[in-house]
């Protein structure tokens, strides 16, 4: 028969397949470690340090973004743990403001880590006591299984009373002594009613342990989500309907009917708590831990220290990773009783920060819009402005940057994000992280106070339910800006806070209104990447202005980073002045400073990657912008002129010429194309 379609196993075939490496005999800690390890793991550069990324959190289509940090803080917590380390004994908790992806982090993990239980050599196994109707001291109880899901190498590790005895049986099944000790380091008791029916069975058949076997089989492990086993949930109920049942079982009134002796411990029913259905190498959440009232917090308590369910002195020990969430406030109040320091004591607590990085917020403002095609009210299709995603992603980031001296809140975010600051370092954004760090107030520190992810989920919501969107097909980025503003004045209760954030989204206006700009510009020379030809081409005249190489007529050749080929570009000393002009340089000093820092980046950048393109250096970009955009147009004055007077013939071609390539090159539709055109035109948010 083959091993996949048969249900039930003996004792023997399942040490047999242990033996053999088909199956596999570890708790929970150890299967999460090898789970976590087996996969891919890069090492990346996140605020000036280096730290590991495993990819196992970036496999799924809606996968985990960012949180660096937290995840090898888990990673390290669970190999400590699967090493024996002190990790076991705790419970790993999660902390910080709600909507930072915390309650999705244990989540993803449990799906994860589902499937990774699913595949044949990972899946868990449990038994069951058969032929019980023979004993005579359970009436028409015929089967029992492991209600904690014990593992068969637990039963098998206490088929006798004398351990040594135990370890020869495992002997004779082909087990080496060196496998042996290795497996008693996962050593331990059986549960209060396992134990007890195989004292039955054992009675009953004189001590023969072979033909107690024959009471005993081995079942897999039911993966049913909605039953809560291997991966369980327990959400913090409010103190009247919260109650220790749901967490460790009680006294079944339907086995009593059964059970003849009172003193039997499988009158109790477990898997009526939420503990005994993960008890078997599973992993428990506990969602918002300190929500739950002080007993409920007690039973944690020493189920965290002990791993052991335990009713009226029955105990069963469990083998279960358990992980928590709690937000701030109800953290702290928590704290604040200090009777209650021996759970925080039993808690490896890690603070969990917003997302502090813009390109990887792209990410998560993709998962706040949604990725089904919207609709108006009227069921015409509704278009994403090409910037929305961006005006969102900047004004969510600035709201979660702390103020510094040292740096503003354009240098911090583009710093965060692994970009050039002018003449700012990833060293100066350390400096401040690890200074806002020595802050006792957790709340203070970088990136934990901000508009959350359900937060910018609700601006997106208001942008969409709004009159000008469904009036014009189209959610306009600009008016993404409104719904931010709306969202902290109806969501957040602090006035200081409030006044920050819209603070930030001031700025975070500046910055689509330099990304306007730009698009203008490539709208204008009807390409999508004029701007970057532009600014790449200022790069390559800095670096060749001084080459010996260069002639009389100022041709300078170069080997294209990119390409590999062979290019020759005029040095415009003219329009390198006009660009160093507009980024305020006046003297010689300062220019010759700027350009050895842009040669300096331009050596560091292109050896690791030849596609980088300075984009990232906002006050580059806009000064060759604003070089190209405020230079005359066939003598009808500047572009913003020629856009909005549009009385002559010649003004007008340029409109609809611009506004073609905008919906045929740059993904806008009528609507936004107009209304980019006309925002561009004004003098708002102008720096």
Known sequence: MNDNNKRTFSLQEHLTAVKEG??????????????????????????????YDFKIFRSA??????????????????????????????????????????TFFVEYLCTMYRHFLSKD?????????????????????????????EDPMILAMNLTANRDENKALLGKIGFPDR??????????????????????IMGYVNGSVEEALNFIEVVPVPLMESMGTLTGKYP???????????????????????????????????????????????????????????????VY????????????????????????????????????????????????????SHNTNYKLQEYLTDYAIGSETKYTFTKAELHQDPNLNYAASVGAILSRLPRSEKLTPVETMKLAAGEVAGEKSLKTLAEVIDTLSQNPDITKRFGQKGLGQRNLGRA???????????????????????????????YVPDANDRAKYLEDLKHARGLYRERIMTEMFNAYMDEPLAIRKDVLNYVNMIIGVDAENLGPDKMWKYKDPQTGELKAIKIDE??????????????????????????????????????YDFMDNLELVKAVTDVRLKSDIAGSGSLIGALANRTNEENQKLYDRMIDTMLTKLNYCKTCAQKTIEYFCTQEDEK
């Open 574 to 611: 003219r329009y390198i002045n006009s660009v160093e002009e507009r980024l305020g340089l006046k003297t010689t000093e300062q220019r010759d400073n700027f350009r050895t820092s842009i040669r300096k980046i331009y050596g560091q950048k292109i050896s690791v990657d030849p596609n």
């Open 460 to 490: 997106i919501q208001l942008l969409i339910e709004g009159s000008d969107t469904n009036e014009g097909k189209c959610m306009f980025a600009l008016d993404v800006f409104k719904s931010l503003e709306r969202v902290v004045l109806d």
């Open 236 to 298: 913090a109920k409010d103190k009247i309907t919260s109650s220790a049942v749901d967490l460790l079982g009680e006294e079944s009134i339907q086995r009593l009917l059964h059970i003849t002796d009172t003193a039997n411990p499988y009158r109790f029913d477990l898997r009526r708590g939420a503990l005994a259905r993960v008890a078997g190498g599973g992993i428990h959440f506990s969602d918002e831990i300190f929500k739950n009232k002080k007993d409920l917090v007690q």
């Open 22 to 51: 088909k199956r596999r005999f570890e708790n929970a800690f150890q299967g999460v470690t090898r789970m976590i390890l087996e996969d891919e793991i890069e090492k990346v550069v996140v605020n000036g340090k280096t730290i």
């Open 179 to 200: 496998e042996i000790e290795v497996l008693y380091d996962n050593y331990r008791p059986m549960g209060a009613c396992s134990e007890y029916i195989w004292n039955d």
């Open 121 to 149: 050599p990972n899946r868990k196994f449990t038994f069951r006591f058969k032929f019980l109707d023979q004993l005579g001291k359970y009436g028409k109880i015929t089967t029992a299984e492991s209600q904690t899901y």
């Open 61 to 102: 289509k809606k996968h985990m973004i960012g949180m660096y940090e937290e995840i090898n803080s888990f990673v390290s917590y669970v190999k400590d743990a699967a090493e024996g380390g002190s990790s076991k004994e705790m419970a790993f908790v999660l902390v910080g403001e709600p909507g930072n992806g915390k």
């Open 301 to 352: 308590l020493g189920v965290i220290q002990n791993r052991v369910i335990e009713i009226d002195g029955f105990k069963w020990p469990i083998d279960t990773l358990i992980i928590a969430t709690s937000n701030n406030s109800e953290f702290n109040r928590f704290l604040e009783e200090r009777e209650e320091a021996p759970i925080v004591d039993r808690c490896r607590i890690t603070y969990v």
